[in-house]
């Protein structure tokens, strides 16, 4: 036996492409091209339009040129719109003020977030190469440059782009890059531009003299689009407060692994941040601290954040349960609160806690909230998430308006309650939105309209669809990232021991091969497939906050990530492999590192800078 | 039943004091005392000594006033050294320069470091109070301030303050702060005083004002010293990379835990990150960056860092497994380097590979690596770790000098390996520490000197004992940090549904709570347990860097940290209670944090906020 040899064979197999989530077609060659801060963008688009006009209405994009404006080459039916060149300022675009965003907003951060990425917050990748590497070096003399970057809008923008249901916007995009140096994007919309850029920013990469940047892989061509139209991750800003940048580097991530929803669960029963202006005591009293506060500007300025990088943010007010801070400002409004030592007869976590279900005073603050918040939502969402998980009847037995534990009693009062959520949240235009116990625990009559999260089970997935309802997955054994910590209760000597090792209820933690393994299709018949329209990988956060809170995301939910917009399965129907998607997540992580976000390391640099040399199993 | 009196009840249960690790006895009262920044400190010693020539000596204390210069007021046989009054300065004493720490150095860097701690690091506690809570407030007409701060050295230094053996220093000490504001910190050491003084800080809060400081629990007196001698953590910086900055983050927050060890693990077999002066290859070509390496200054200035703060640095070059990266500069040292793809058949981890175990060119750079290092590590440390965990005997195949996987043949080869080291560690006036397998499984001789480090099992450190050595404990089924996160291998489809869901070996994940109910001398008969004198628990570093490391370090090491500072066991002589625990860790999380230790947390804010509201259990 010689084992260098062996050696040799582990060092031919490497990732040479790292894009995350993987394109569903892609080629690329070996030749490498530099790419200088002063490449152009060329924005196309269909028709005639004011050239120049967005550079008047927002200041802080780059330089204007119009005396190079050729025409787009292969869509004879496209005009230039306009062209940019030059470094971003620091500025970037969620300073942005006003209602809503448009489609050409889209556009202008994109190519704005994209020159950021290449040029500002790009990585060195020494850990992807052996130690002996030879890197591509800019003076040798055949040195290559990108000359211009085509961003070519093929449509012109629908209705409700940055607002849009699921499906509804097209984010399937093509992308070439010639080995000349020509680099093309073309979308039908405006998100689709910005998923190709996303695409295109992780062809490059920094060089160790921290002034150039390089792909190795010209030619390229690459024709992408989503499996799912849902893809998102859920962040619980109730159990530990967090602000607005630590809500944004989420969001960026998010975007940049192509995910398209932000689900924001803003209130529960420990902490309510949500400043509502017509009953300011809410959040005053309920937050953890007067000042800890999502504010309404904080709000809107998170909600444009996530639009215009294509990112629809959907607000949850979980309710009944899980409300019990409403009781510091408004106690009369909640029965059962705060019940000791036995709380967990009456909750699934302390503080116990919901809104009475019979009451006139509930169902007039419920009017009050949503009349706030809805038309705050509309703007920027087409959906409003009213909650509905883990209603514990025995909290009833103590609401005054209800006094039982009685689901025959409960039931109808529950269908009133959520019936009239509805009505309030459909009158604004919006589709409600509630986790699967109202549907498959309370048997709930829900209207076509709404859609349903799962998170308990595949079956339950399977259940919601067979009821004609649209889903989201993210089953807590596979895709809830705060899971296998360990215990966050405390247990007194009388009953410690029952509870070693200290095990939360849904260990193990959650490997990102566990998260990766999970098809969000598993146990739906065919025939309701396209019912499930895509899953959230969901961060709760009794032990998570602003120190940790990028560490425990990601990259695992980049994972989940490339699950929703690639698939579970490969071209060959089979799992996708850890073999093919390890490094590339390694490499997703430096990236995400590299723009600000506290991503954990999956391998150390040995396993990504030999090849595949990390790994048990054979080729076959 | 009526759920609102239940929770008056709870609420009463609440953590008034929270130093961690909780001292051996303690009292305190409830009066608030302020602390001001040009609060004075007194150093007394025994005899006379030259007023004010630490001053001379560190030129970035604060400034020295013999106008008030009052005699020590119990200890008749003590003079006043000298008195700190003001501000720190931005420059902190890993600068200072030259060989070794003296007694001296200590007492100043405690004071120093105390009064950064105080006014500015410190935090402002409303995790640990209800929303309404009443902080004390400074504008009061009764407001009382600390006058003074009394620091008495009762003993003269003896040798070995910076570089002890275990138990060669006296870390115990007294701490009295009066009602009236006299505070009183007594010790027999240097070291004992940087513990007071570590204590002391911890009894101080910040003020939401960002301005006061105080203390609400005047009265206090305290007694206190270690139940074991070795306290540690261990770092491995070969597996990811770590900068000094890094390493000086987790000897900070190891010091303010009461730790006094710190081992660092700096090889290994996928990197060697040690700069070796007359083998600069070493590092050159094992590093995995040429760059990315502990420069001789680094070593130095980290080994001073830790020795000021009374924490001895252990250096641990691993042998002769885990020494793979000396292939990349010495192949013809390395015997069955980076066998593909059953690496698992010849090592613990990838890549394989072992120092040659009868080769007179080991020998030969052993001597000069011993040579080199050895001179560099004594005058910081009492100890040299000689390794030799996990040494695969099928990897001796592959060695030319041996050619065997036969005990019988390898065992005489690995005496006469170990004995050359040691003699060699000896000689340099060290003691040498080795793995648990060198005794249990080898079956070496081995002096009576070695210090055997433990880590399979409880029953392993009950032999090690058994056979007159001292151990050192850290069952990796708790004190493994790294446990439970998950396989860092990748699989092949061909393989991969038997690892499913790809746990690791020592899953699950090690909540707090398992490593805290850890007892080192659980298994070890009582005529033993003196030689238990400590533990460690252990960061290995597959999928830990930099960005993760303080939070997969804390506060879980903290926890650690207690068990060997104040035992396992209470004073009724049962297992510490997470209900007496949780609040104080979390406390001391926050501290951390406050330090600039990205600690997670281990529970939200509610659940300290209102007492023992998160446990669960009964009072019984």
């Known amino acids: ?96 003020t006003g209602k809503g965003i448009t489609s050409d907003d889209i556009v202008v951060y994109a190519i704005n977030s994209t020159w950021a990425t290449l040029f500002q917050t790009n990585f060195y990748p020494w850990k992807f ?72 920013s992780q062809l490059f990469y920094a060089h160790s003299d921290q002034q150039h ?7 390229v061509q690459i024709t992408d689009s989503p499996k799912f139209q849902h893809r998102g991750i859920n962040l619980d800003v109730s159990r530990n407060y967090f602000s607005t940048a630590d809500i944004k580097r989420q969001i960026d991530a998010a975007a940049y692994n192509k995910m398209n929803k932000f689900h924001l669960h803003v209130t529960d029963s420990q902490s309510w941040p949500l400043e509502i202006p017509s009953m300011p005591e809410l959040s005053a009293k309920g937050a953890y601290r007067p000042d800890l506060v999502l504010t309404v500007d904080d709000f809107a300025m998170i909600q444009r954040y996530a639009a215009i990088q294509g990112v629809e943010m959907i607000t949850e007010i979980d309710m009944p349960g899980h409300t019990s801070s409403i009781h510091y400002s408004m106690p009369e409004l909640i029965a059962a609160f705060g019940i000791q030592p036995d709380w967990n007869t009456y909750a699934a976590s302390p503080p116990s806690g919901t809104l009475k279900l019979n009451s006139p005073a509930v169902y007039d603050f419920l009017e009050k909230l949503f009349d706030d918040v809805l038309p705050r939502v509309s703007p920027y969402s087409a959906y409003f998430h009213t909650g509905g998980d883990e209603v514990n009847k025995n909290a009833y037995l103590f609401d005054d308006t209800v006094k039982s534990n009685d689901s025959a009693v409960l039931q109808p009062l529950m269908q009133k309650f959520v019936d009239r959520n509805h009505d309030q949240v459909r009158a604004m235009g919006l589709t409600p939105v509630v986790w699967e116990e109202m549907l498959l625990e309370w048997n709930l009559t829900l209207g076509p309209d709404v859609l349903v999260q799962s998170w308990q089970s595949d079956e339950a997935v399977a259940q919601i669809v067979s009821k004609g309802h649209k889903a989201i997955v993210g089953n807590y054994n596979y895709w809830y990232l705060d899971c296998g910590k360990g215990q966050w209760l405390n247990f007194y000597p009388s009953v410690s021991a029952n509870y070693y090792p200290y095990q939360d209820y849904c260990a193990p933690f959650h490997n990102w091969r566990l998260i990766y393994s999970y098809d969000p299709l598993h146990g739906v018949p065919a025939e309701n497939q396209h019912l499930v329209i895509g899953g959230e990988a969901h961060m709760w956060a009794e032990q998570t906050d602003p120190v940790n809170v990028d560490r425990m995301i990601w990259p695992r939910a980049a994972a989940a990530a490339e699950v929703l917009w690639s698939g579970a399965k490969d071209e060959m129907g089979q799992n996708r492999s850890q073999i093919d998607a390890a490094p590339r997540l390694s490499e997703m992580r430096e990236r995400l590192v590299a723009k600000g976000i506290g991503a954990e390391p999956i391998q150390m640099p040995y396993c990504t800078m030999e090849g595949n040399v990390c790994s048990l199993g054979n080729l076959g």
Chains 1, 2 share one sequence.
């Open 129 to 200: 190469h052996p130690r002996d590497w030879d890197e591509p070096s800019p003076s040798q003399s055949n040195t290559s440059y990108i000359s211009r970057v085509d961003v070519k809008v093929l449509k012109s923008a629908g209705p409700n782009v940055t607002k849009p249901l699921a499906g509804e916007v097209d984010e399937s995009y093509s992308l070439t890059l010639t080995k000349e140096g020509v680099a093309s994007i073309s979308a039908n919309t405006s998100v689709g531009i910005a998923r190709g850029l996303t695409t295109f």
């Open 213 to 219: 940047v390089y792909t190795p892989l010209a030619p």
């Open 1 to 96: 036996m010689k084992p260098l040899t062996c050696t040799t064979l582990s060092l031919l197999i490497s990732s040479v492409a790292a894009i995350w989530p993987v394109p569903v077609s892609h080629e690329y060659g070996n030749t490498v091209l530099f790419i200088a801060k002063d490449v152009p963008f060329y924005w196309y688009e269909p028709g005639a339009r004011n050239v120049g006009s967005i550079t008047d209405q927002i200041p802080f994009l780059f330089g204007f040129n119009s005396n190079q404006a050729p025409h787009a080459q292969d869509s004879s039916d496209l005009k230039l719109r306009t062209q940019y060149t030059g470094p971003v300022p620091s500025e970037k675009s969620e300073t942005v």
